[in-house]
Nanobody
Framework: QVQLVESGGGLVQAGGSLRLSCAASVGVVSINTMAWYRQAPGKERELVAAITSSGKTNYANSVKGRFTISRDNAKNTVYLQMNSLKPEDTAVYLC???????????????????WGQGTLVTVSS
């Protein structure tokens, strides 16, 4: 079973920065698109940023110019650098991988739409 583990959330003042990380568990051969979503209290989950295996990125309009998504394919890890944070960025941030191919003990596996457990980002005014 593939797991995505996020880290890097916390409390920061407005204007500050945080860097989130999301690492996939062992056995991963390849991951297609990786993305960060967020969900604020009482609001729907929304896409923040996504990056394909070849490095093509897209961002929500609300974070363009402030957030940067990147990935290290060798480490099966995706990052989200968040700068100039605003109180409205406060949310639980969740990592997503749309397709993960694995080989464990010689057995191939394919996992679709894997999610991390989420990491809380709180931006104080």
């Amino acid at each position: 079973q593939v797991q995505l583990v996020e880290s890097g959330g916390g409390l920061v003042q407005a204007g500050g920065s945080l860097r989130l990380s999301c690492a996939a568990s062992v056995g991963v051969v390849s991951i297609n698109t990786m993305a960060w979503y967020r969900q604020a209290p009482g609001k729907e989950r929304e896409l923040v940023a996504a990056i394909t295996s070849s490095g093509k990125t897209n961002y929500a309009n609300s974070v363009k110019g402030r957030f940067t998504i990147s990935r290290d394919n060798a480490k099966n890890t995706v990052y989200l650098q968040m700068n100039s944070l605003k109180p409205e960025d406060t949310a639980v941030y969740l990592c997503n991988a749309d397709r993960v191919d694995t080989v464990v003990a010689g057995i191939q596996g394919v996992y679709l739409e894997r999610w991390g457990q989420g990491t809380l980002v709180t931006v104080s005014s």
